[in-house]
């Protein structure tokens, strides 16, 4: 089977800190992994191997069966990354910014669909033209999901997505996510949100001081016991 | 390239949206158009000055003849006659004044002899002179590096800094083409700048278009990228934007001001100029000594040096003009050692300069746009070794008229020599300066893309 997302024996290793031991993942087309996990855990650690934004110590990434530090340039067409919190161009409006990521990522929409992708994320149609700068953090948020997603990317990396968002721009995220799934795309979500993981997940990992400790199929868990689960880890 | 094209793009809505650099852009820009006119303003004043000499001269024979109506004794029309040797300025000197404001342009001469009055210059006020020129090459050599600076002292670590840049570099875009279209973007504004002021500044001066106009651009287009260089080197090292702005100003202070402080010392040290006092004193010890001297002795040493006049009448009264003239002229070769001494160490200073003018691109571009201007050091060496010789020709028209007894009519004074002198540019200077400057934006560059080798961007 070809795994969208793969890490093989994937470490990191910084000069007094071991961010990441020998993580071995594969993520299916469809699939929504969540990563949960405490601040320095290797979630975000393992998001940026797969961006390329650091080389690992050893092992390898894959995205879409590329290695990344191999075709840096090449994995990032197939991938679209959501941080924890967007930042974009203060001084262009959240249209402009789209177009503006869009281009970059090799696609020229018209007005129409960029507003389309736009309230479709959640913002309102009076804020597309307003600049960036008077955004709220949940207004960047949705502008980044718009980015992401106009991208038509076959990966989506998230960290800490929701964060900022109202609950229901988090659940209109979870649907779109859903949707996006059923599509083929492959997820890897970065969360502290035990009951968004389990909502929204088709498998989550915890990860603690750089180790994926567990791996369950959200199916055979309730909230409850995952929670506990995730406690139980932690402590 | 099409990536490239939309970032470049992007850049220019950035711009645009930055007041305070647009603000600082059109601040660069009056200021150059300042030193066009500062320039132009000073060259079309000595012009106008030098322009008056013709009048000064003509009345000055014109009072000679109301005061010697007939034919009168050439050695009074040589005490009381000034005549003028004359540095025209070349358009150019307009948009790089060089040393013209600190050397003279004019020199006033008379039969006499010939040192003390090379140096003798109109008063000048000396806090005019310490503040110095603001010409446009001031302002391109000076002030432009401070544009580059404000422009892209944050050239990535602005994305960086606002957390844009995770975002942009998880597009497929290479960092190499984010930096490239941010410098790139920069780089087209400056020079637009450059070569809008350049443009003006020629077509204010009236400059002919020759070679030079060439030379000028590449001289200033270099230099810009050499600036834009360091500011590559800096964004490679990644820091933040303080201590990017530390560094860029950091390099602009040790470039644009300690370097050419610290040359000017080594040079002097290096390079120790013979006192002017001292040749002054001497050469007029042996003119006040020729009063007391024996006419004959006087008249011998003359004679042995221009044996041409040694068939002239043998000197028994107490005052005539030829042995005046003699001991004149004697003052001046006693001296001529020293005088030959000063003008060779002034050079050998101005070649050391030129030498070591690599360890500062601004001295290098300010230097080559004097010599392209023609108004460096070696340009007005030239001025004094033309007006030299225009004072040999003044005494070899006035001499058969004093060592034969002719007697100096009216008509005479429309035969005597008149001089002009036009800066040359030294191209070969303005050359050297080229490619000394091609091998600092070399350097920079290379040093540059180096580092960015060595440390791949980081987007946090």
Known sequence: MTYLLEARELRKQYADKLALRELNLQIAPGEIFCLLGQNGAGKSTTINLFLGFIAPTSGAAFVGGLEVAANPLEIKKHLAYIPENVMLYPHLSGLENLALFSSLAGFKYPESELLAYLTDAGLPTEAVRRRV?????????????????????????????????????????????????????????????????KEVGTRVGIMREGELVDVRPTATLNAQELEQLYLTYMN | ???????FAAEWRHFRAAKGLVLLCGLLLATGVYGIYYGTTEIERQRQQLAALPELTHRNVEELKVKFPGPADAGDIGYYHSTFAVHHPDPWAALSLGLRDVNPSYVKLRLLGLQN???????????????????????LVYLLPLLVVALSFNLLSSEREEGILPLLLAQPIRSATVIAAKLAFRVALVLG??????????????????????????????????????????????????VNAVALLGVWLALVVLVPSLLSLGVAAARPLPQGIELTIKQREEIHGGW???????????????????????IRERFVWRWYYAFQHLGDLAVAPQAAAYAT?????????????????????????????????????????????????????????????????????????RHSFTSQPELATAQHGLLKLLLSVAAVYGLGLMLLRVRPVSPR
Request: some cysteine; aromatic content about 12%.
């Open chain 2, 193 to 242: 700048l450059v070569w809008l002021l350049s443009g003006v500044g020629m077509a204010w001066a009236g400059v002919p278009l020759d070679g030079r106009v060439f030379s000028w651009l590449a001289l200033s287009t270099l230099y810009c990228l050499f600036w834009f260089g360091v500011v590559l080197v800096v964004t490679a090292l990644q820091r933040t934007s303080a």
């Open chain 2, 345 to 417: 160490g002034l050079q050998a200073r101005h070649n050391l300069v030129e030498t070591l003018n690599l360890l500062s691109p601004a001295i290098n571009a300010q230097t080559s746009l004097n010599a392209l201007a023609g108004s460096d050091l070696p340009t007005h060496l030239a001025f004094q070794r033309s007006a030299t010789r225009y004072h040999d020709s003044l005494r070899a028209f006035y001499y058969p008229f004093l060592f034969r007894k002719v007697e100096f009519t009216h008509a005479d004074y429309a035969q005597e020599p």
């Open chain 2, 292 to 314: 007391d001297r024996p006419k004959t002795e006087t008249m011998n040493r003359f004679f042995a040096l221009y044996p041409q006049w040694r068939d002239t009448a043998t």
């Open chain 2, 117 to 139: 009055q090379l140096y003798a210059t109109d008063n000048t006020n000396p806090m005019k002179l310490l503040s110095g020129n603001f010409d446009l090459a001031f302002v």
């Open chain 2, 1 to 7: 390239m099409r990536v490239f094209w939309i970032l």
């Open chain 1, 133 to 197: 700068g008077t955004y709220s953090k949940g207004m960047r948020q949705k502008v980044g999901i718009a980015i992401a997603v106009a991208k038509h990317a076959k990966v989506l990396l998230l960290d800490e997505p929701t964060s900022g968002l109202d609950p229901k721009a988090s659940n209109e995220f979870s649907e779109l996510l859903r949707r996006l799934s059923e599509q083929g795309t492959a997820v890897l979500m970065a969360t502290h949100d035990i009951f968004r993981a």
